[in-house]
Every structure is written in structure tokens, then in C-alpha cells.
């Protein structure tokens, strides 16, 4: 059976969601296509959550202009859905005089690109700033518009806002092959053919192979490894801003990044790989991640950690996001090789696709589009008053289930009874935090598990931590 829409997006990270909850404003039949379990489950769920700034990117280039036009953005799309970000300012640091020189190439490049608010500081003011940095810090770029933004929730805020207005979310559904026919693209994946008027491609890390099934403008894109430590809560005061070093040509480099939650970021490393799967952490990547952040945080306390895990960056050849129609593909639109500063730009990429995929279709605006979301209430930020309040309407907010992070089964519930809700252990983790904390989910695991069957009306046997092969529970050994 063939299922027909305007627009199909292809991933669910926050480029995809994204776009879908922007095209979700005019008047179109859309679905989204995630080949994984669940929505969030490449670049978006694994990164730094910094909303940089802009100095970074090369004057002139797309991620220069999304990378200023996005950060632009995060007040009102974060208000709209109810997502946590911070404007904390970035500090890029000079180690020494010999480095000084690529702190005053940010700054131009930075100004050139129209990054408001840039400042040099020297090292008293520096050392005034971040009392904890190496005291050798001898230069520093003050970014003042840099932040700190919670990407899963980014991701699903916008995907839920999507839902609601109209897109229909598929996931476990990963796309084999798209070609025309009969004037329209037709969809392939193993479960379902789909086709539409228009594809918008934003399938992460394999963007250029969905890219290549339509267009002979051939793209590659390289998997970039980056490994990180996570450093406990009880050191979120140890550093105001995210404190970067001086970039090299793999990236930004190492930098010491407080989350909106409190845990602290070390990392990431950089290392090139040809397996687009491999999530694996190493001990050669650790040591590099944790010698690069003892060079910001010499203090660094050597049981501070409570886990490590990996991203994989979407660096295309090309150096470049590629952004809109394929030349050769009409109605095929790209955002592809979208890596760092993606997670900042990702609003504005979703508006401007949006504009573009609507105009190409004459499409009128949906006059129902609602752009408001709600979170799922945060309990463990909530006053006792607030928390009694919510006891009194369902008991559920008195049962705490993750002990860590204070989250209770009403917001384990909610997380799996929303739109696009959550499916499996990580799915609840990335929604509410249960799991994230100290433990790394070894209380409350059971007891999620529970909770997800009785929702999802389904064995435990079935349920999945988040990709196939990753089940908890076999069978029973005793009744
Ligand atoms: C280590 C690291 C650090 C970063 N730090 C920052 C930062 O601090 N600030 C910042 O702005 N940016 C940062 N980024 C970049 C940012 O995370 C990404 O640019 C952004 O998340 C990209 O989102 P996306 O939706 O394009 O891709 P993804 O999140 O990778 O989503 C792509 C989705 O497509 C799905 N997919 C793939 N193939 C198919 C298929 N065949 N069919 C269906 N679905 C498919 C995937 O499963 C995935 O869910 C970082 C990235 C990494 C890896």
C-alpha cells in the first residue's frame, strides 16, 4: 500500500523535527520518517548544547549565516516551546601568547559575520570571570550571545509541536530508496511505500546517501567522532561560561560546557571514521578528552565522572551545510552534512526550508497552527506549594521514580502518553532524565520498564533500552 503526501522529511534529529514543525504552519499533508526507534537518535542526542554564538564559521558560508540567524532565534522558539537554554556567554582561551593571534582572528571573523556583543578580555579579567580556569589563561574571546540549550528537549518539544499540527511521525522506518514516478517521489522503506510532492532530506550522518539516491551532484559525508566525559552536578558551579581553547582544523576542540541541567561537559575529541555506526568509547579518545580539559580545569577532580559517551559529527567534504533544492532534483531539498554549529542553527534552517518547500508548493498558511508546547512539569524544580498541587491532581507525582534526577511516574507517564511519546528506556531518559543522574539508571530502570508495559500494553520482554538488540529482559527465572 502506498501512502500520499505533500512533503515527506526524512530523520527525526532537531534539523528534521524541526523543519517538519515549521512546514506544520502552512496548509500541507506531512510525514516525518526516523529509521530509529525513536526521533533524537543521532547528532541531536549526542552533543556539546552550546548555542554558539557565530564567530566560528567562515564569513560568507551557510553556517556562518545559520549559525547567527539561529542563535537569533532561541528566545522566541524556546519560549514558544517550552525548552530550557541559558545565555551563559562562551570564552574562547589563549593558553599562552603564541595562541593569542587566533583569539583576535575569532574576533574579526566574528565581526565579519555579525555576531553582536564580541569582546576581548585580558587575563585578570579572566581570572575575575572564572576563578577556577588554569591560571596560564592568557587571552580570551567573551562571547556574550553564547548559551546553553537542552538538545533532546529541543528535538522533542519541536516534534510534539509538529504532531499536534498535523505531521505524522514514523518511526523504525528508514528510507531504502526514492525515485520518481509519475511526477511525484515515491519513498521506499521496508515496512511502507510512501509518496509526495516534495522530500526534505535530513537524515544526519547519512544525508548523502539519502541525497545520492536522487541527485548525480555526488555528496560525502565523513562521521567525525567525538568522545566525552560527564562530570557530576555537584560541579556545575565550577565554571560560568563554556570555556572552549583555540580551535584547530577538526573542530572547535576541547572545552569545559555546564549543560542546562547541571552536569558538566568535557570533550569532544575529534577523530575521523569510516564506520558511520561506531558509538563506541576508547580509552585513547578518553585520555584526550580528559588531558584537553585539565588544560582549561587543572583542578579537575579525577572521580568527578559519571559517564563518557561518543557523538558522531556530519562533516561533509565540502566543508559546508548544503542547504535547499538539489539542482538537479526538483522538489528534493537537502539539509545535509549539518554539524556543529547545527543544534544552533537548526530554527533557522527549519524556517527558512519551510519557506522554501511552501513556496515551491503554493501552499497557504494552516490557519490552525498552534506554536505553543508545554513541557512535561519538571518535579524536582518545582516549590513544595507547586509539588503539593500536583500530588492532589494525580498521586502519581508522589511516587519518585528516578532518585537522582527527583523524577516521578507521573512524568515517566506523560513522557510516553504525549505525541511522538517515548517507546523505550532512552526514549524516557532523553523526555524526563530518568536515568541521567549519578546512578546512570541503575535504581530506576525496573521500575521504568514496568511503567512502559502497562502504557504501551506490551510484554517487558519486548521493550528495548532504544536500538533492536538492546533488550533487558529474557524471561523469568523464577514465578
Ligand atoms: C560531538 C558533537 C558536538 C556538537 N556540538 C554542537 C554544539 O555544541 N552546538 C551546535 O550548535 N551544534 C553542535 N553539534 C552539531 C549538532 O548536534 C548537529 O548539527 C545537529 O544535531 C544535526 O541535526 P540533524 O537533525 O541534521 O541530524 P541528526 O540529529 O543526526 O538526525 C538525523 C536523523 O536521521 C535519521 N536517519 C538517517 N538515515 C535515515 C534513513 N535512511 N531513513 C530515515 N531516517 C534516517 C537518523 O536516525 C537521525 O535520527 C555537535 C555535533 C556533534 C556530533
Known amino acids: 500500500m502506498e501512502t500520499s503526501y505533500d512533503v515527506i522529511v526524512i530523520g527525526g534529529g532537531v534539523v528534521g523535527c524541526a523543519v517538519a514543525r515549521e512546514l506544520s504552519a502552512y496548509d500541507l499533508k506531512i510525514a516525518l520518517l526516523e529509521k530509529a526507534t525513536d526521533i533524537c537518535a543521532g547528532q541531536s542526542r549526542a552533543n556539546t548544547a552550546i548555542i554558539h554564538g557565530g564567530y566560528d564559521a567562515k564569513p560568507g558560508t551557510l553556517k556562518a549565516y545559520y549559525n547567527v540567524k539561529g542563535n537569533g532565534m532561541f528566545d522566541e522558539i524556546c519560549g514558544e516551546l517550552d525548552v530550557p537554554h541559558e545565555w551563559n556567554t562562551s570564552l574562547v582561551v589563549s593558553f599562552g601568547p603564541d595562541e593569542d593571534p587566533q583569539i583576535d582572528e575569532l574576533y574579526e571573523r566574528g565581526l565579519k559575520n555579525g555576531v553582536p556583543g564580541l569582546e576581548i578580555i585580558d587575563h585578570d579579567e579572566i581570572m575575575r570571570r572564572e576563578p577556577n580556569i588554569n591560571p596560564e589563561a592568557h587571552r580570551a574571546l567573551l562571547v556574550n550571545n553564547g548559551g546553553i540549550v537542552c538538545p533532546y528537549e529541543l528535538t522533542t518539544a519541536y516534534a510534539e509541536n509538529a504532531s499536534i499540527n498535523g505531521v505524522t511521525f514514523f518511526r523504525s522506518t528508514p528510507v531504502t530508496n526514492i525515485f520518481k514516478e509519475n511526477g511525484s517521489w515515491i519513498v521506499e522503506t521496508p515496512s511502507a511505500r510512501f509518496s509526495a510532492k516534495a522530500v526534505v532530506n535530513c537524515a544526519g550522518i547519512f544525508s548523502d546517501e539519502i541525497h545520492n539516491m536522487v541527485s548525480a551532484d555526488k555528496l560525502e559525508i565523513q562521521a567525525r567522532k567525538g568522545e ?213 539508571a541503575g535504581f530506576c530502570t525496573p521500575r521504568t520498564l514496568e511503567i512502559l508495559s502497562e502504557e504501551l500494553g506490551v510484554p517487558l520482554e519486548t521493550l528495548l533500552k532504544s536500538e533492536p538488540g538492546s533488550r533487558y529482559v529474557y524471561g523469568k527465572i523464577f514465578d
Open 228 to 440: 566525552y566525559y560527564l562530570v557530576d552536578k555537584k560541579y556545575a558551579s565550577t565554571f560560568h561560561a563554556a570555556i572552549f581553547q583555540v580551535p584547530s582544523a577538526m573542530g572547535k576542540g576541547i572545552l569545559v560546557a555546564r549543560t542546562v541541567d547541571g552536569t558538566v561537559l568535557l570533550g569532544p575529541t575529534a577523530e575521523d571514521i569510516d564506520d558511520k555506526t561506531e558509538k563506541r568509547t576508547t580509552a585513547e579518545g578518553l585520555a584526550k578528552a580528559l588531558a584537553g580539559a585539565r588544560r582549561t580545569w587543572p583542578n579537575l577532580p579525577g572521580r568527578a565522572f559519571i559517564t563518557e559517551f561518543t557523538g558522531l559529527r556530519a562533516h561533509c567534504t565540502r566543508n559546508e551545510f548544503i542547504i535547499g533544492e538539489a539542482a538537479d532534483a526538483p522538489l528534493f531539498f537537502d539539509a545535509a552534512g549539518v554539524e556543529s554549529p547545527g543544534l544552533t542553527s537548526a530554527p533557522a534552517i527549519g524556517k527558512d526550508l519551510a519557506k522554501m518547500v511552501s513556496e515551491a508548493l503554493h501552499a497557504a498558511p494552516n490557519a490552525k497552527f498552534n506554536p505553543i508546547r508545554k513541557g512535561i512539569p519538571k518535579f524536582r524544580e518545582l516549590s513544595n506549594e507547586r509539588r503539593a498541587e500536583l500530588i492532589a491532581q494525580n498521586p502519581d507525582f508522589s511516587k519518585v521514580i528516578c532518585r537522582c534526577e527527583t523524577v516521578t511516574e507521573a512524568e515517566i507517564r506523560e513522557a510516553i502518553r504525549r505525541p511522538v511519546g517515548a517507546v523505550n528506556v532512552d526514549g524516557i531518559k532523553i523526555r524526563t532524565r530518568a536515568g541521567m543522574g549519578r546512578c546512570q
